[in-house]
């Protein structure tokens, strides 16, 4: 794999991470999201506006066209066990950006995972 291909890899699971933080933000922003099936429209209608839900959205289909070109360019059996660096991004923003609480076996976790990493980009 080129360096080319692992940073374009690093692109999409960065906005992967980027896309959950958006959607967290904006169902946490409406409270939770209590969608019933006889207030659904009046339930939808809070979501539709929601701006962070939006750009999760739309970040989420800028990571999937990039998904797509690394897919032209880098074997899949490379290619979609490295999406695991979204957990390293997604538990780090978790921590600096939402201020959550992460808890010592979870640090453990991303570890094991950054130890896959390297042997992935290894073979």
Known sequence: MTISNFILI??????LAVAQILVKIGV???GGLNIGIKTFFSDIIPIILS?????????IVVSS???????????????????????VFGLLAAKYILGESI?????????VIGIGIVLLTRG
């Open 103 to 111: 808890p010592s076996i979870r640090w453990v976790g991303v570890g």
């Open 51 to 59: 701006y962070h839900l939006w750009l999760g959205g739309v970040t």
């Open 10 to 15: 690093l692109i999409v699971t960065f906005l």
């Open 65 to 87: 066209l990039l998904w797509m070109k690394v897919l032209s360019k880098v074997e899949l059996s490379v290619a979609y066990p490295l999406i695991s660096i979204s957990y």
């Open 28 to 30: 946490d922003n409406l």
